[in-house]
């Protein structure tokens, strides 16, 4: 059997969307098509947005492949799956575009929170809920009532599950990239100085915390960690083609036991990285050894500068805003950009968080403006406000939204005036309260 692995060209005009908008490695079809092949099928991966194809220009590549299966995500690389746009557009308008009689799959975010809706708005055939890396392969080999996370409709109606795949990452072996365009791939994620090669890669997935905001419950849950091996061995790989930077995607970089031992081995490569994390999983001793394996890029989750707001978004931090401020800074003596994010809260006063970012920009940390939060369909947030999300929960999360924060303006990164979700997806206009 043969599937085709296709990363849309994504586009974001209109959309609520506030992730980066540079193409970022599909690692979830990278991951699957290791996968898929060792299943012994055939997989070919496209990824539209790093090579600037358009549908047509993919269509033609999928002539002669031929593909029983067509793969598509809901959002752009794994990095993104927690903040995805909230319309289907793109994959809308690609699985029409590529309909040439294969069985057409919807792998996501969406797919993971509400697959309903998405085999609805897709018109697709499957929607896997969770992660796709070892399912996709099994849509061959298993009854699909049986595949984790499996859902369909034929002329029985839809069939949905209720379970989620998880990737048991011990036994995601290293990539070698013999399948992707390395060189192609510029951008470096979230440097903004200097130049060079980017990438990126993963060493765990999931999150010990439970915070209420995080849209990472219904995908990419559980803390996991691969071998540091197999991630060492993939900074080698792309190392000999040119990349000197890689940002992990990781949901929080810095828990797990092998983190240190990661470290040390990256420290001794002549690449340098980028990650996201939490401030208080660090302390001078491990923000040294961050520092040796030139670690130029630290964006940390501070959400609220004080203990109610950061206890209202379940945060489960045991360190003062002093301590925070102080590992702030002192990571900046030794990180080219450290960032502290804030997350707009009730119970932080603006003059307060005003004073706060002016300390912390005069040590050279970058303050983010506290920014509004995205209900998700599938987070804490989400549940306590609606509850279980149904067929409606992205358009239901959208109206919230952009009601809410119309007035108090959007992220100097987003549309100032976003479409709904009705006019995004060029769908049904009914939207339930």
């Avoid at 609520?16 to 299943?39: M, N, V, W």
């Avoid at 794994?78 to 308008?93: A, S």
């Avoid at 294969?102 to 998405?118: E, N, Q």
């Avoid at 080999?141 to 996370?149: A, F, Q, T, V």
């Amino acid at each position: 059997m043969r599937f085709a692995l296709v990363n849309p060209n994504w586009s974001f005009e209109g959309s609520t969307y506030f992730g980066c908008r540079e193409p970022h490695y599909p690692l979830e079809l990278l991951f699957s098509f290791d996968k898929i092949e060792q299943a012994g099928h055939d997989a070919l991966l496209l990824d539209a947005q790093v090579e600037q194809l358009n549908i047509s220009d993919v269509r033609a590549r999928l002539r002669s492949f031929d593909p029983d299966f067509l793969v598509i995500p809901t959002a752009p690389s794994y990095l993104f799956w927690r903040c995805p746009p909230p319309e289907l557009r793109v994959p809308r308008q690609w699985f029409a575009g590529l309909d040439g009689g294969s069985l057409r799959v919807a792998i996501g975010p969406h797919a993971s929170a509400t697959p309903a809706a998405t085999l609805r708005k897709l018109d697709c055939d499957v929607a896997l809920r969770g992660e796709p890396d070892y399912t996709l392969a099994q849509l061959v080999s298993s009854p699909w009532r049986k595949i984790d996370g499996c859902c369909w409709r034929d002329g029985g109606g839809q069939h949905l599950s209720p379970s989620l795949g998880v990737a048991d990452m011990s036994r995601l072996q290293a990539l070698d990239f013999r399948n992707y365009p390395v060189e192609a791939h510029e951008h470096r994620h979230h440097v903004f100085s200097g130049s060079g090669r980017g990438a990126e890669l993963e060493f765990a997935r999931g999150c010990p915390w439970s915070c209420s905001f995080c849209n990472k419950t219904m995908f990419r849950d559980k803390y996991r960690e691969r071998p540091v091996e197999a991630v060492l061995s993939e900074v080698d790989a792309l190392a000999r083609r040119g990349v000197s930077y890689i940002y992990f995607i990781d949901e929080i970089f810095g828990v797990g036991k092998n983190v240190r031992r990661l470290l040390e081995g990256i420290a001794e490569r002549q690449v340098s990285i980028g990650l996201q994390t939490r401030i208080d999983l660090w302390d001078e001793e491990s923000l040294d050894l961050l520092a040796r394996a030139r670690c130029i890029s630290l964006e940390c989750g501070i959400e609220s500068i004080s203990d109610a707001g950061r206890d209202e978004l379940n945060k489960n931090c045991r360190m003062s805003t002093d301590r925070l401020s102080e590992l702030l800074i002192y990571a900046r003596q030794r990180i080219p950009w450290v960032q502290a994010n804030l997350i707009l809260t009730e119970h932080d006063d603006r003059e307060e968080i005003r004073r706060w970012q002016e300390r912390l920009k005069a040590h050279g940390v970058w303050v983010s403006e506290p920014v509004p939060m995205f209900p998700y369909p599938g987070t804490p947030q989400y549940a306590q406000m609606f509850g279980p999300p149904d067929d409606w929960a992205w358009e239901r999360a959208h109206r919230y939204y952009t009601a809410a924060f119309e007035e108090k303006g959007y992220s100097d990164i987003q549309e100032q005036n976003p479409l709904s979700l009705s006019e995004l997806e060029c769908t049904e206009t009914r939207c339930a309260s």
